[in-house]
């Protein structure tokens, strides 16, 4: 798919457009949690939505897990993360 591409570096040097962000999977359920990589955490608040949780990388693909899942997930698998990305606005690039 094109999105799958176009996600796959849409998170460059610290940042993510929000236009990505709002195309950006949610990771339910996974094999292996372990397997799964923190790319950065994310606390943004759209027209919307509210983005608060941490962007990770599971394979080739991102995805987003919201924060009531990393708390659910915390006693089994530690978030180590402390990278915070900026979102940038879709009409500021």
Not at 2 to 17: A, F, P
Not at 58 to 86: C, N, Q, S
Request: hydrophobic letters at 35%.
């Amino acid at each position: 798919m094109e999105w799958e591409k176009v996600l796959r570096d849409s998170v460059k040097n610290g940042t993510v457009r929000e236009l990505h962000l709002r195309h950006i999977p949610v990771l339910k359920t996974c094999e292996n949690w372990n397997a799964v990589e923190e790319v950065g955490l994310i606390d943004h608040q759209t027209r919307f939505a509210h983005y608060k949780g941490i962007i990770v990388k599971y394979g080739e693909r991102i995805f987003y897990v919201p924060e009531k899942r990393m708390e659910a997930l915390a006693p089994y698998r530690p978030w180590k993360t402390k990278v915070k990305l900026k979102v940038t606005d879709p009409e500021k690039k």
